[in-house]
């Protein structure tokens, strides 16, 4: 049995991995932002810098918490269906989809 690696990609991965530590050392930091409980996923408005966190079976319901990238808080929590997991981000309509697993909906939140 033999292993062929094809070396161009190998290195370009290399290049990748040490390019990825590189910038990642030199802003490293960490905030701590809560929201519902179990979040479970995220998405990423970049018109209005916004942070989208479906919180399945969260404490108050079931929500999408809204955080402000710029100010690292929660700016709004917005009710959805039951058993919010999958969020995405629509960027040409400016609107956020939300796969609600128990109640087999999707909610849509506009921005």
Known sequence: MSI?????????????ILLTLTLTLNHAYAT???VGS???DVTFDSH???VFVSNYDSGSGNTVSVISDAANTVTEIITVGSGP??????SNKGEVFVANNVSGTVSVVSG
Not at 8 to 16: R, Y
Request: glycine share 4%; net charge negative.
């Open 48 to 50: 209005l810098n916004e």
């Open 38 to 40: 179990n979040p479970t």
């Open 85 to 90: 997991a999958g969020i995405a981000f629509d």
């Open 4 to 16: 062929r690696f094809d070396t161009k990609q190998v290195s370009l991965f290399a290049i990748f």
């Open 32 to 34: 701590t932002i809560a």
